[in-house]
């Protein structure tokens, strides 16, 4: 399912205005294997030497106290800052939306960094494009369960049970809940412009088609019907519990 749940991420990122690496449906060559073919966002031919580096090794290099099993945002917005990163309130808010509405618990300090120009004397880091977006919409439930859990209850649990891989501080576990820690940003970092708005216009008519355009494909893995319902409560669900932790 993390095959999936790549492909449909990076389709609902166009959505969001977020900046996420196009992933593609793939199969290995002999024996047709499934899998995703994810782009590289830097190295390409003719342009500057481009350079990343995972937020980890900077957050160490600096000495920064880590917690691996919940990170902290409040640290991430400091390094952030520290590097002079460029329109950082927007990519944060973006991906914290963005993460809340595919249930993505697995943003950690490896999975976001900074890209860089070598040689050039300013901390200035950029933002990279928002990777590794597999472990998402619900992925570990198998497809014997998925008819249980459509059942409003436990569908709901786990709309509310879906986390951030950081809180606002480190070891913050409540704080890390995907719309209350979008709440918190909210409030903290955004003024009237707020680039989760984005997330909030997603349209059950949007999740239709793109569920709809899942099953078509005649793929090795394949998206089913009862994926599909799946996948699109999961979507209205989490998009209306981001706007109801806005106040929208």
């Known amino acids: 399912m993390q095959i999936w749940s790549e492909v449909i991420a990076y389709e609902l ?20 294997s499934p899998g995703v073919l994810v782009e590289f966002f830097y190295g390409y031919a003719l342009e500057p030497a481009i350079r990343f580096v995972h937020a980890i ?3 160490q290099g600096l000495q920064f106290p880590i917690d691996y099993k919940r990170g902290s945002l409040k640290d991430n917005i400091t390094l952030c800052r520290l590097h002079l990163t460029p329109e950082w309130r927007s990519w944060w808010a973006r991906t914290l939306a963005f993460d809340a509405v595919i249930g993505n618990v697995d943003r ?15 901390r200035r880091h950029t933002l990279a494009p928002a990777f590794d977006n ?42 890390a809940q995907h719309a209350r820690l979008c709440r918190l940003f909210r409030d903290r970092y955004l003024d009237r412009s707020n680039p989760m708005d984005d997330a909030l216009a997603l349209t059950d008519i949007r999740i239709g088609r793109l569920v709809d355009w899942c099953c078509s494909f005649a793929y090795p893995l394949p998206f089913t019907p009862a994926r599909g ?7 209205r669900a ?11």
Do not use: C
């Not at 793939?26 to 024996?31: K, S, T, V």
């Open 57 to 59: 090794e900077r957050l």
């Open 108 to 122: 950690h300090t490896e999975n976001w960094g900074f890209l860089f120009e070598p040689g050039l004397s300013s």
């Open 134 to 175: 597999g472990t998402s919409l619900g992925y570990i439930v198998r497809e014997s369960d998925l008819g249980s859990f459509m059942q409003p209850a436990r569908l709901r649990n786990l709309i509310a049970k879906g986390s951030h891989h950081f809180g606002w501080v480190a070891g913050d576990g409540e704080g």
């Open 13 to 32: 990122s166009r959505d969001l205005r977020l900046p996420v690496p196009p992933a593609f449906l793939a199969q290995g060559p002999g024996n047709g």
């Open 229 to 235: 319902h799946f996948v699109a409560a999961q979507l």
């Open 238 to 248: 989490r998009r209306d519990a981001l706007a109801a932790a806005l106040g929208a």
